[in-house]
């Protein structure tokens, strides 16, 4: 994909777009973190501006919009017979939420989280510190559906953060070849195509979170860096439901509660990383 990509633009501290030429058409994908509920209106709608004007392309093209909008779209109301959005989400809608709707209806932008039904798990992507609320705040917004094939929320992976990792999508096989302009008679296979496979993503981020790991082990001193990452589950009674989990937990299960030990060595340290990478991958698949 990269012998495809134009060039990137900064359009605010909070809007980034990168250009993607294809066959025919351009393709501009726009990276949002929109302003939270702290913020007065004015922050939000001039916001939406900036996104408004960041939407603006020369010549024929596809929009795709993702990020943390600070938004609840919830779930589509019996009543409302939109074409923007699905059946399918969690939760009640708020006074953000019904912004973000607007300008999906005004830019024609079709909100891909809606479509596809999964369990509720697969839906929400931020959680609150004491756990007891979840809601759905990051969307992939976009002019054409048909793009997409599935949009949804990678669980197998922790990062940490109030967030999840993200959100992932792919487009089919044959929209590829089609909006790259790559015929039959060319004869290049598919996998050398869809480079944006959900398991490249895993591959990535497990790899990223297995040698952050082994430098955090070997810190000699009682740097923050070390004690913030090195978190204990609260003591006391267990409460209900999923309990929270370390960072660290996913290496355990492969290494065993000894892989400081192990990791203290650089070299095999690297060498072990594989049978890590290959376990993430199989619970994203």
């Known amino acids: ?85 699905g059946c399918h989400g969690i939760g009640e809608r708020n006074e953000r939420g019904q912004r973000l709707l607007d300008f999906a209806a005004e830019n024609k932008l079709y909100i891909t989280n809606t479509f596809y039904q999964k369990p509720k798990s697969r839906y929400w992507t931020w959680e609150s510190p004491s756990q007891q609320y979840r809601n759905q705040t990051d969307f992939i917004l976009s002019t054409d559906k048909s793009l997409f094939k599935n949009t949804e929320v990678i669980t197998s992976i922790d990062v940490g953060s109030d967030h999840r990792m993200g959100i992932s999508s792919r487009l089919p096989r044959e929209r590829w070849k089609e909006i790259l302009g790559i015929k039959i008679k060319d004869k290049i296979p598919c996998k050398n195509i869809q480079q ?57 299960k492969t290494k065993g509660r000894l892989w400081h030990r192990e990791a203290s060595d650089r070299y095999r340290w690297r060498l072990d990383a594989k049978g890590y990478i290959l376990q993430g991958m199989d619970e994203a698949s």
């Open 1 to 85: 994909m990269k012998n495809f990509v134009e060039g990137f633009q900064r359009h605010s501290e909070r809007i980034i777009s990168c250009q993607i030429k294809l066959k025919g058409e351009s393709l501009k994908v726009i990276q949002v973190y929109a302003p939270t509920s702290d913020y007065e209106d004015t922050e939000i709608e001039a916001s939406y501006e900036d996104l408004a004007k960041a939407m603006e392309m020369k010549g024929r093209g596809n929009i795709i919009i993702m990020g943390d909008f600070n938004a609840k779209i919830g779930t589509k109301k019996k009543e409302e017979d939109l074409e923007w959005i």
């Open 196 to 252: 944006t496979h959900i398991k490249d993503l895993v591959l990535f981020a497990e790899r990223q979170k297995w040698n952050w790991a082994g430098d955090v082990a070997r810190m000699s001193d009682n740097r923050w860096t070390k004690r913030a990452t090195e978190w204990q589950p609260r003591i006391g009674k267990r409460s209900r439901g999923r309990q929270p989990l370390r960072w660290s937990d996913s290496i355990s």
